[in-house]
T-cell receptor
Framework: GQNIDQPTEMTATEGAIVQINCTYQ??????LFWYQQHAGEAPTFLSY??LDGLEEKGRFSSFLSRSKGYSYLLLKELQMKDSASYLC??????????WGAGTKLIIKP | IAGITQAPTSQILAAGRRMTLRCTQD?????MYWYRQDLGLGLRLIHY???????GKGEVPDGYSVSRANTDDFPLTLASAVPSQTSVYFC??????????????FGPGTRLTVL
């Protein structure tokens, strides 16, 4: 079966750095996406990785290792507005997105 | 209209009633999707459409139907609602055509409660 695993919840301090991990087992791989979802709102696109390595976009970076079935999202200089759920999704061989349950990130002052 | 809109924003529905959730996009995207999101579970695909005139079943299609008469609209119909269909429903669209860089953009969601 297809499976995406992420921690359910994480807590971090304002100004710090946090790494949210995602491991996956899917039928085929056509890229991995990270989305941010604030409570009561729609998911919004953050990043896309299809090749191994690190993609940096401002305070957010995303890493992929296809051989390990592993990705992480790195958030630097945390701000209170970063409190949200972070969703990992993998595009499978049929170009369908398989979604993890999301990681709820709580930022404390 | 900018992006994707959904209607209604929320709805309370009696079990057994028929309900259509509306979704419209103005980005001329080929592909559209319907997901449901339940607490503790990831987004689950209900139905999708790769292009106007075609539809396909996702992971959890039972009890739902869709149509795609044109590029912009992708309504989701619950023929006879049941309490297990209580959920938040998101419509999404993407450029489509199976592109591996295909990014999905989401509407604001419809919160549906079936009593």
């Amino acid at each position: 079966g297809q499976n995406i695993d992420q921690p359910t919840e994480m807590t971090a301090t304002e100004g710090a750095i946090v790494q949210i991990n995602c491991t996956y087992q899917t039928s085929g791989f056509n890229g991995l996406f990270w989305y941010q979802q604030h409570a009561g709102e729609a998911p919004t696109f953050l990043s896309y990785n299809v090749l191994d390595g690190l993609e940096e976009k401002g305070r957010f970076s995303s890493f992929l290792s296809r051989s390990k079935g592993y990705s992480y999202l790195l958030l630097k200089e945390l701000q209170m507005k970063d409190s949200a759920s972070y969703l990992c999704a993998v595009m499978d061989s049929n170009y369908q997105l398989i979604w993890g349950a999301g990681t709820k990130l709580i930022i404390k002052p | 209209i900018a992006g994707i809109t959904q209607a209604p924003t929320s709805q309370i529905l009696a079990a057994g009633r028929r309900m259509t959730l509306r979704c419209t996009q103005d980005m001329r995207h080929n592909a559209m999707y319907w997901y449901r999101q339940d607490l503790g579970l990831g987004l689950r695909l209900i139905h999708y459409s790769n292009t106007a005139g075609t539809t396909g079943k996702g992971e959890v299609p039972d009890g739902y139907s869709v149509s795609r008469a044109n590029t912009d609209d992708f309504p989701l119909t619950l023929a006879s609602a049941v309490p297990s269909q209580t959920s938040v429903y998101f419509c999404a669209s993407s450029e489509g055509q199976g592109a591996s860089t295909d990014t999905q953009y989401f509407g604001p969601g419809t919160r549906l409660t079936v009593l």
